[in-house]
């Protein structure tokens, strides 16, 4: 069956480093993933979509990765700051216009 | 800025009642979409619609049903609530361009007794 994981730990990294966040997938061929971040009560914000031809994305202090051999995609955040706390969602598109999304990762930076 | 708004923030119900869900989008998008999110299960698919009247279902439709007579306007219906059906649901607009993000409403947390 179809698959999306996400650590489901919390992730704690100190200010000013970077957090990686990992997303894997199986039995998908998805054509692009995208990355939103939820804060709590609140809906998912969409952060980054990158396409199966395109190996990184960056914004400003974001980059996303894609690697379809390894069925993975990474987002960091660099020179994290504590405003960016939150939970971290990847989706892949499960046909058409419909997106399956992980669980989700939450991350603490802390001071 | 898009701006997809849901039409309460918290819900109180009992077992049994008709719950509708509203929801209303401003960016003319063509595709709508119900999630609901529980923790440790993310969000899972419910109905979605892809232009006026026409609706598709997603990976757990049992117990609810949708309507969409307006192109702005996405309704969930819980036909007959159940306990089980206490939630976080979230409504989601999406332009028909192909790889296009999702914008998402702040969610109506509701509570069957």
């Known amino acids: 069956s179809q698959k999306i994981e996400q650590n489901s730990e919390a992730l704690n990294i100190q200010e000013g480093k970077t957090a990686t966040l990992t997303c894997n997938y199986t039995n998908y061929s998805p054509a692009y993933l995208q990355w939103y971040r939820q804060d709590p009560g609140r809906g998912p914000v969409f952060l980054l979509l990158i396409r199966e031809n395109e190996k990184e994305k960056r914004k400003e202090r974001l980059k996303v990765t894609f690697d379809t051999t390894l069925k993975q995609s990474l987002f960091h955040i660099t020179a994290s700051q504590p405003a960016d706390s939150a939970t971290y969602l990847c989706?892949?598109?499960?046909?058409?216009?419909?997106?399956?999304f992980g669980t989700g990762t939450q991350l603490k930076v802390e001071l | 800025d898009v701006k997809v708004t849901q039409s309460s923030r918290y819900l109180v119900k009992r077992t049994g009642e008709k719950v509708f869900l509203e929801c209303v989008q401003d960016m003319d998008h063509e595709n709508m979409f119900w999630y609901r999110q529980d923790p440790g299960l993310g969000l899972r698919l419910i109905y979605f619609s892809y232009d006026v009247k026409m609706k598709e279902k997603g990976d757990i439709p049992e117990g609810y049903s949708v309507s969409r007579e307006k192109k702005e306007r996405f309704s969930l219906i819980l036909e007959s609530a159940s306990t089980n059906q206490t939630s976080m649901y979230l409504c989601?607009?999406?332009?028909?361009?192909?790889?296009?993000?999702?914008?998402f409403g702040d969610g109506t947390r509701l509570s069957i007794l």
């Open positions: 989601a607009g999406m332009r028909d361009r192909g790889s296009q993000p999702q914008h």
């Open positions: 989706a892949v598109t499960g046909g058409g216009n419909k997106l399956t």
